[in-house]
């Protein structure tokens, strides 16, 4: 009886080798993966920076609607023709945070006003169609933004932020 092992003639020792040795491969990486898996972030995070999609069609002419991305309150507004024609007779040098409306809005969209609802000021959430402007108004300090977000009143420094958006069609905008 010989105990030779050959390449021909794989022996019950050779088999054992390799079986622990796979088992020692799975049972590694099984131990591992808890700790590699913990690094990632967790679904509530993922989703809060995620961009988000929302559908224009049930807004009616005149009215905003609030969403919410990354914690923040977006007003969408659909801007009827009389705010749109507010909003771009406005002389802009006169404006403390100059910025036309045609930059503010996307073109070929000019009635979807798309903003982050929080007073430059002190980071408080204005009201929408309050003020003297038809726009936004902020209940805290007394700030007044006009129907394109820009700041015409009030202490706050700066226009309501536009986040980053984009059509995805006429009646479908996407958040982020």
């Known amino acids: ?104 809005v996307k073109a070929g969209h000019e009635q979807w006003l798309v903003v982050i609802g929080i007073c430059t000021h002190l980071g408080c959430i204005p009201i929408a169609h309050e003020g003297n402007y038809d726009g936004f108004f902020c209940p805290c300090h007394g700030s007044q933004y006009d129907s394109s977000g820009r700041i015409r009143q009030g202490p706050a420094p700066a226009n309501l932020p536009v986040p980053p958006y984009q059509f995805v069609s006429d009646t479908k905008i996407q958040i982020g």
């Open 1 to 104: 009886m010989t105990t030779a092992s050959s390449a021909d003639h794989p022996t019950r020792r050779d088999f054992l080798f390799v079986a622990t040795g796979a088992a020692a491969a799975v049972g590694g990486a099984a131990a591992l993966w808890p700790f590699i898996s913990q690094m990632n972030p967790d679904a509530s995070t993922i989703a809060a920076g995620a961009p988000i999609d929302v559908d224009l069609s049930p807004i009616a002419e005149g009215q905003d609607i609030k969403v919410f991305w990354r914690g923040k309150p977006i007003y969408i507004s659909h801007r009827t023709k009389k705010q749109i024609d507010e909003a771009r007779a406005v002389n802009v040098a006169s404006l403390p945070d100059p910025q036309t409306d045609e930059a503010r």
